[in-house]
């Protein structure tokens, strides 16, 4: 099992290398893994712009924007200096800041700290307060819930990162809306199903694989089958290709934009179920590429949808 102790010390030299500062352009985005908080930051802002179409305010734009930016990425950092010992032991993840010795592990917690509870406040001060629970929700199911409680427990952890997941998107929504309703669920349970296209197909190529068993994170193809994996990420495919089309429907957007959300989900579906008949690492990388643009593309169709 990882041991938190096992961690290189910070010596002088090593933060003389980072140019003396905790924070350089360069270790700052690898510590809050800038792809997924850019990401989840897009979920989220353009849920509102989707909502909010043609009454969109500015500034509860940047304010959601800067609120889900300090949360997200305060959120990061602590799960950073968590999971810090597996990070460690993975071939994948041994560089990042905090295993190689880049970083202080009690800045990056201050850092965190100080980001996620700005990120919260902001959205309480600024936005609404149910859109200031949810985030905090957000932080609590990502932190508590998944890396502190279930992460290193069971194959199903992955479930409440999705929901950690899927709150930006439904906080976006609330900022209009100033109540949850049945698209902004949908929403969330888009990204939640979503999940598992990204991680776990991540999770079945090869050398990942072998880090989890070395971690021994129980990652779903760690502790089942390849062939149970593969069923849960069709699965999840299929979900998320189905709720895509219920959010189009509800949010009565251009016919033309429906159809091609609905392609977009048959090309996932169709890759995974490809997958499961024939399983082979290129298709499972296809699917691993193709999960990110499909959200992407999903919310970025819904707006456009709202727009014509």
Do not use: C
Request: proline share 4%; glycine share 6%; no cysteine.
């Amino acid at each position: 099992m990882a041991n938190p102790e096992q961690f290189p010390v910070i010596t002088e030299e090593k933060v003389k290398n980072t140019d003396n500062r905790f924070l350089s352009l360069r270790l700052y985005l690898g510590l809050i893994k800038e792809k997924q908080t850019i990401l989840l930051v897009f979920t989220s802002v353009l849920a509102y712009l989707i909502s909010a179409y043609p009454t969109i305010s500015l500034s509860d734009s940047l304010w959601l924007l800067f609120s889900i930016f300090l949360a997200v990425s305060g959120t990061t950092l602590l799960n950073m200096y968590i999971d810090r010992d597996i990070d460690k032991i993975m071939e994948r993840t041994k560089d990042r800041a905090l295993p190689s010795g880049k970083a202080s592990p009690l800045s990056v917690v201050g850092h965190g700290i100080l980001y996620t509870v700005s990120g919260i406040l902001f959205a309480g001060v600024f936005l609404n307060i149910t859109v200031m629970i949810i985030i905090f929700l957000g932080f609590f199911f990502d932190i508590v819930i998944y890396s502190m409680w279930l992460k290193r427990r069971t194959r199903f952890s992955i479930i409440f990162g999705g929901i950690a997941g899927g709150l930006p998107a439904i906080a976006g929504r609330v900022v209009f809306t100033g109540q949850i309703d049945l698209i902004g669920i949908l929403m969330g349970i888009f990204i939640l199903s979503w999940i598992p296209l990204h991680i776990l197909t991540l999770a079945l190529l090869p050398k990942t694989l072998e880090d989890y068993k070395n971690a021994e994170v129980p990652m779903w193809p760690v502790v089942r089958s390849k062939k149970e994996t593969i069923i849960v990420i069709t699965i999840s495919a299929l979900i998320s290709s189905l709720t895509t089309i219920a959010i189009s429907i509800l949010l009565n957007i251009y016919i033309v934009i429906t159809i091609v959300v609905v392609f977009a989900g048959l090309i996932i579906i169709g890759l995974s179920i490809m997958n499961l008949i024939k399983p082979t690492e290129k298709t499972t990388k296809l699917i691993f590429m193709s999960a990110s643009l499909f959200m992407v593309i999903a919310f970025l169709l819904w707006f456009i949808g709202k727009v014509i």
